[in-house]
């Protein structure tokens, strides 16, 4: 009797053990395949990037350089130089600084910004993207996102 | 309305029969008794190797680009930087290495077993065709990989071409798709290596299986004739044990044998020391011992009698026992001048 409980408990031990391992070892497979199929965020670089002379713009004006083929906003407001993407944050249009009404404005759909970036109106989901800047020595620096092209990347 | 009379309503089968017939295709495959030792059913490990090969190598034409420029460079990235690439690269590698090894074995076991009698003279020869197709996939695969050694070994391989009699100069062309190895040889031999042959191969496999399967397995002497067991749950559970198992050594073997890139194809220079891989080193050396056309007229010569060796058995004797140790001797003699041939390439 008790033998009899003590077999069926180790063949249940036993299978139990053989099914798990398989899945685990199938799973493992599946798993190294599928990460082999998605390619690896890489950590981001950056690089600094000269936008401007300390000096070079007034306050509460923007000046409006062009990064790759994606413009770029340099506004001086009175906490210090803020520099934006001009990329709409909706679809992807560019934006235009309107300096009388100091704000920014996408003419695709009508999106507003204000000039820290928020949005105003419009359907933009988020501000502006901004980058991050740095003041050295009367020159003023963008922190840029080091793309390296290969076939690969 | 249940899963089942709704599909029952889209595909009007028969399902009680399909069951029956599955189940005496499948389940109830009546198996030999001696296929329960390993030795004698190495024939399913080709099979394994074969769809695993069809699964790897999909996964590697996530990644290859078959041009002169990026083929090299996409063997690169898979083995270096993709994640588990040299892994997966590794399992297709040393499956295609397998793969040959155990159609050798499988060979020789149906050779001495004389499993290719009649009636089953044909799968033999259906099998010869498979065994072509194993070695041209692999000949086209390894030149896929685009370095020094690949890329020369299809210009030697294609140069051979030529001394077929009368054709030679347009196969070559044909199989180079010009006068030199270009971009067209390259996606020429990708073409053939990843639609071309896999189509053939799964024909001729079908049929070979086929086959088999009407004839059953053959009885080797030596074993008690009419014992049988059922597929399942024996054999189908025998399968999947060599699977893990090959799985298990080839991912050892990725690891430990990585694999490796070599240098970059550079038709201007020959290097120095030029081999094919291990599986045609036989035939290799045999060609550099004699004038060129011997040697290719004696392969030739040898090919087609391992190919009808079935049907040029019976003309030698009458009597069994005698043919029996013709064969015995002729498949020794094979055997021992291949694996010396190999040695003897392998050390010089
Ligand atoms: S893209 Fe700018 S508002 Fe739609």
């Known amino acids: ?5 003590n077999q069926k408990r180790r063949s249940f031990l036993k299978n139990f053990g053989i099914i798990g391992a398989l899945l685990i070892a199938v799973g493992l497979f599946f798993r190294d395949l599928w990460l082999y199929l998605y390619p690896p965020k890489r950590k981001k670089k950056f690089h600094k990037y000269l936008v401007a002379k300390l000096n070079s713009v007034p306050l509460g004006k923007a000046k409006e350089i062009t990064l ?37 404005f996408c003419p695709c759909h009508k999106g507003v910004y204000d000039k820290t970036g928020k949005v105003i109106s419009g359907p933009p989901p988020r501000p502006l993207d901004q980058f991050k800047v740095e003041e050295d020595k ?9 793309k390296t092209r290969g076939p690969w990347s | 309305m249940s899963v089942k009379a709704w599909l029952k309503e889209r595909f009007p089968i028969d399902y009680d029969k399909f069951i029956e017939i599955n189940e005496n295709i499948f389940i109830k495959e009546p ?62 590698r040393w499956g295609a290495n397998l793969m040959i090894l155990s159609l050798f074995l499988h060979i020789t076991r149906v050779y001495f077993t004389r499993s290719y009698q009649k009636p089953r003279e044909i799968n033999w020869i259906l099998g010869v065709i498979l065994f072509g197709l194993a070695l041209t996939f692999s000949f086209t695969g390894y030149s896929l990989t685009y370095n020094q050694l ?18 030679g100069h347009s196969l070559l062309v044909f199989m180079r798709g010009g006068e030199e190895v270009t971009a067209n040889t390259l996606t020429r ?25 009407l004839h059953g397995v053959s009885e080797p002497e030596g074993f008690p004739k009419g ?29 430990i044998l990585p694999p490796g890139i070599g240098l970059p194809a550079d038709p201007t220079t020959t290097p120095f020391h030029i081999k094919p891989e291990w599986y045609f080193y036989p035939t290799y050396r045999f060609l550099r011992m004699v004038p060129l056309k011997v ?3 004696v392969t030739a010569a040898f090919l087609i009698a391992f190919t009808f060796w079935p049907f040029i058995e019976p003309l030698l004797s009458k009597k069994n026992s005698v043919r029996r140790n013709i064969s015995y001797g002729v498949g020794a003699l094979t055997l021992i001048i291949t694996l010396a041939l190999t040695i003897w390439e392998s050390l010089t």
């Open chain 1, 1 to 5: 009797m008790i033998n009899e409980e």
């Open chain 1, 68 to 104: 790759g083929n994606d413009p770029v906003f340099v506004v001086h407001l009175d906490q210090g130089y803020r520099v934006f993407s001009g990329i709409c944050t909706h679809l992807g249009c560019h934006v235009r600084w309107e300096e009388e009404k100091q704000r920014f």
């Open chain 1, 138 to 146: 009367n020159l003023v620096y963008i922190y840029v996102e080091t």
């Open chain 2, 31 to 92: 198996i030999p008794i001696h296929m329960k030792k390993w030795w004698y059913c190495m024939g399913a490990t080709p099979l394994i190797l074969f769809t695993l090969q069809v699964l790897t190598g999909i996964f590697l034409a996530f990644y290859f680009v078959p041009s002169p420029e990026m083929a090299y460079e996409s063997v690169r990235h898979i083995t270096q930087d993709v994640r588990f690439g040299f892994w997966v690269r590794g399992l297709h």
């Open chain 2, 150 to 167: 690949s890329y020369w070994a299809v210009t030697v391989g294609t140069n051979l071409i030529k001394s077929v009699p009368i054709i």
């Open chain 2, 189 to 213: 031999f990708y073409m053939l290596h990843v639609w071309f042959l896999p189509l053939f191969l799964v024909f001729f496999l079908v049929l070979h299986i086929i086959v088999l399967r």
């Open chain 2, 227 to 255: 014992k049988y067991f059922p597929f399942y749950p024996h054999h189908f559970y025998k399968i999947i044990i060599a699977t893990l198992f090959l799985l298990a050594v080839m991912s050892a073997l990725s690891i």
């Open chain 2, 295 to 297: 040697g290719i007229y």
